[in-house]
């Protein structure tokens, strides 16, 4: 048994970090304050997790065990810990990783910035590794700083998509039941164990379809198709001016919000007052649109990358940037329009390296009415499907409308 | 009861579609002739299959059906239909639909021209669905040119993956153990009903994890996945010349194969002696690169566009083409060749009414042999890129590399 905070290593908690939000985010459906969880805190009563990471994975049919396995380039088990630690109910949180894979945990640690996470070894079995986990936290390890729990919810590391109302339910369920140990699944074998060896009420609580395990690499596509969407939920404009409203760019934001009404847009501003872009970004808002109206150079996409790579929001998701541009015929050609923003590829190459994907995008300005509408509807389904696709192969490209 | 052809009212069969082909295709990972299959053949067993497909998908979430969920905007039961239908020694595939679907159902039969489709009408409960099915068989409807089968196969409308050694086990233990109902879920209800009351012989043919049941919306997810990386296994360089072995568009070639060595890269060619690329459409490419050396033109591009779209491939799949061209310095400055090349748009559009993703890619062309040798490695990434994708959103674009 290894017991340790590898976390506790790790840089410092950066200020305006989403993470420090406790029951919020996208890939984590957020739930209000329920009467599950006040009780929880009322009743002050401690819980833990215990997470068995000690699988092989011989069902995907490659070779990296399934919870390593990456999505958007992040390893699965980092999603199963984000799920569990957005809960600021849940105490402690216990992995059981095999010895040879403890120094790549470690690293996913450190490099997510988990908090409250303990590794334990992993037995041979899945019971042995819940085992090794229930007795770190009952032994109340000291270097550890591990609390003993009243109640300690069993969750595989390969169910990344756990909500909180299903734990609650689990953890008043044990408080009630006055059992210790409860595991999710349905019709699970440790639970049928719990009933037959251990002499406890033991309760199987129903589950929800999101509650699926990662099993096959079919799985894994899927995994990464659910979290994709999740962060496609909300879109931030942002516009270099407010004062002349009748501009194109307003027409843009209003065809945006037409065009992909299944989305959440919203605008955000870097330097006038109104819904502060920090605020946005505290949200968990993963995509930006940035519409350069002003200008032809990238001075307010460039503002607002530097407020993206200060925030560390892409520490855990790729985070989508579009710097749109209009090409009004009078003034230059296109083709010289397009060279002058080439430029787009250095900064990209740059900020690609912090997990940030930048495209430009030239929409035409035809002085005829709908063929400007057919422009700015033509921007704003290629804006849908760079966000949508969230292609790292894309960035730097210079897309016309 | 409903039984019909409607894909006889039809266009008539393309010539050079790979349709004609049994038992090949990417989609179908392709099985030689096994000693079951010669059996089936030899003792001319006639086999044919019914598809419940009456479900009304409950479990997905959405209000359409998952048979008829889009899957690269096509239904997902026309995946499954193509699996069967390309087995020669299915001789009838029989589709139990509800009345309200009957309609939709002929349309998708005709829109992808599959072949040996009957039409019934749905039961109130999958059995019945199956009841009626084999009732349509036994009765062997005139009309529908239905004939009496030996053995058939039920399957699921939802499982599209499911392999030709699979359905050939079942239909050898089929014969061996003289019933005449099959199933190949595991352990399922039918097998226990079959076992229960028909006072027949049953036995459980073991599945492969590909035989998978798309049941959730992540399994869409999972199938739209599993889909594109099927088709995207080949790619087919064409260019316009051979002569000159020592041009750039060579050297991108070679690049090509290095970088995507995970894809089987072929080339085709379109005017001289060689690979021929009829030849490379009917083994079911869906994936083209079209290197202009010569000039800076299209002509190649629009060669090939047309040898594409008198072929019928993207019937069955999008088919993407990208439009290479490089940029020598020495002639013309990059943004006055960005707008000659803009005129790609219109190509695209036209195009993409037919199923085909026209995009282009401009790559740089320094003297520098290591800046040379990044574009061209760059221009491989974007080519995998657009090809893994296969996103509709980026016709028309015209990519820098």
Known sequence: MEPGRPGGSGPAEPGPLPRGVCGAGPAASASSLSGAEAQIQRCALAVAAVLPAGGRGERMGVPTPKQFCPILERPLISYTLQALERLCWI???VVAVTGENMDAMKGIIQRY??????????????HRSIFNGLKALAEGQPDAQ??????????????PFVEEDILLKVVTAAKEHGCSDYDLEFGTECLQLALKYCHIKAKLVEGSPDLWKVTYKQDLYAAESIIKERISEQICIVMDTEEDEAHVGHHFEEMLKNELNHVKVTSGSLCH?????????????YNFVCVNVKTSEFEETQKLLD????????????VVVISVHFLDHKSV??????ENLMQIREFAKEVKKRNILLCGLLIYYPQEKQKLQDSLRQGAIIIANLIKERNSGLVGQLLVA
């Open 91 to 93: 105490n402690d949180i």
């Open 113 to 126: 910035q988990h908090k409250r996470i303990s590794l334990v070894e992993a037995g041979v079995t899945r």
């Open 146 to 159: 591990l609390s003993k729990p009243e109640v300690v919810i069993i969750h595989d590391a390969v169910r």
């Open 273 to 285: 007052p109104g819904r502060d872009l920090q605020q946005i970004i505290l949200e968990q808002c």
């Open 307 to 318: 407020v993206l790579k200060e925030s560390n929001i892409s520490i855990l998701y790729p």
């Open 333 to 338: 050609p296109i083709g010289q329009e397009m």
